[in-house]
Nanobody, 126 residues
Framework: QVQLVESGGGLVQAGDSLRLSCAAS??????????MGWFRQAPGKERKFVAA????????TYADSVKDRFTISKDNAKKMVYLQMDSLKPEDTAVYFC?????????????????WGQGTQVTVSS
């Protein structure tokens, strides 16, 4: 059973930075064979794609809304995924989830991800 635990959320001001972490455990196969993604969900809104990275880190995709501000990275040795968030805006306020895709597709489609963490709250004040 794969388990994902996010951390690093908090309350910051617009323009600040945060680094989210996602610790993975329980993988039957190598962590490097899983694509990982970050999604976010604001109150009253649907969950949306933020960023994804393939197992080996060769393909990275971002939502247009975070491109050039957020950076996803993956440390296969530590079984960790990170989301560096710079120049944060109030509209980035949401619960952020990491997710694992055993198909290693690195897609923006949430239904492709089989495993999900419990989420971490990010609040950006203006």
């Amino acid at each position: 059973q794969v388990q994902l635990v996010e951390s690093g959320g908090g309350l910051v001001q617009a323009g600040d930075s945060l680094r989210l972490s996602c610790a993975a455990s329980g993988y039957t196969f190598s962590f490097s064979s899983y694509a990982m993604g970050w999604f976010r969900q604001a109150p009253g809104k649907e969950r949306k794609f933020v960023a994804a990275i393939t197992g080996g880190g060769g393909v990275i995709t971002y939502a247009d809304s975070v491109k050039d501000r957020f950076t996803i990275s993956k440390d296969n040795a530590k079984k960790m995924v990170y989301l560096q968030m710079d120049s944060l805006k109030p509209e980035d306020t949401a619960v952020y989830f990491c997710a694992a895709d055993p198909g290693n597709r690195g897609t923006s489609t949430s239904s492709r991800y089989l495993y999900w963490g419990q989420g971490t709250q990010v609040t950006v004040s203006s």
